[in-house]
């Protein structure tokens, strides 16, 4: 069974910071990792697909890297609205990980 | 564009059904796509529970399998979730969400969600 794990769970940052959150996979899926943002009260948007590709829409300071079980997403510079709860997914049942949530220092 | 709206109870007893639509509006529900359902409760976070293609193909979590159902109604435009034998565990905020398989390969339009509480 595939489990993802993230971290850090809570990062604590300022507006114009860069945020760096991790996703780790039980077993290799390659380059297939979503990424996901949620704010409070909503659903969840897509980010990121093939771990390193823009959704439409979504501003440049997202940025997704890794492949095989180690992946990463940056935000380079925060805007007060990043401040959210960021998922990661892979295919396998569609499983997500528990989540890392930016919040403003 | 294509927009996803949960309905259904909002409050379901203990051992009943769970029982939820979402209507796609904007387009057509027979594409390429698959339509899914995932819930998110505190406790255990983000989980998908099924997802269905038009002509009624149905991919179910393992985990869930015995308990669900999902189908389609091709004329009213809309899928809908029934889950069976409900608890407690079950509480939560329900999403409806189409899946792109061909260009994301992800969940790429998702509902406003509907909370669902399971309680007498």
Redo the contacts between chains.
């Keep these: 069974e595939m489990v993802l794990t993230q971290s850090p769970a809570t990062l604590s940052l300022s507006p114009g910071e860069r945020a760096t959150l991790s996703c780790r996979a039980s077993q290799s899926v390659s380059t297939?990792m979503?990424w996901?943002q949620q704010k409070s009260g909503?659903?969840?948007?897509?980010l990121i697909?093939?771990a390193s590709k823009r959704?439409t829409g979504i501003p440049a300071r997202f940025s997704g890297s890794g492949s095989g079980t180690d992946f990463t997403l940056t935000i380079s510079s925060l805007e007060p609205e990043d401040f959210a709860v960021y998922?990661c997914?892979q295919?396998s049942?569609?499983?997500?990980?528990?989540?890392t949530k930016v919040d403003i220092k | 564009q294509v927009q996803l709206q949960e309905s259904g109870p909002g409050l379901v007893k203990p051992s009943g059904t769970l029982s939820l639509s979402c209507a796609v509006s904007g387009g057509s529900i027979s594409t390429t796509n698959w339509w899914?359902w995932?819930r998110q409760s505190p406790g255990k976070?983000?989980?998908?529970l099924g997802e269905i293609y038009h002509t009624g193909s149905t991919s179910y979590?393992?985990s869930l399998k015995s308990r669900v159902t999902i189908s389609v109604d091709k004329s009213k435009n809309q899928f809908s979730l029934n889950l069976s034998s409900v608890t407690a565990a079950d509480t939560a905020v329900y999403?409806c969400?189409r899946v792109d398989y061909f260009y994301?390969?992800?969940?790429?339009i998702?509902?406003?969600?509907t909370p669902v509480t399971v309680s007498s």
């Design positions: 297939y979503v996901y909503q659903a969840p948007r897509l697909y093939d959704a998922y997914q295919r049942k569609w499983t997500f990980g528990p989540g | 899914s995932v976070g983000l989980e998908w979590n393992p999403y969400a994301y390969y992800a969940l790429d998702w509902g406003q969600g």
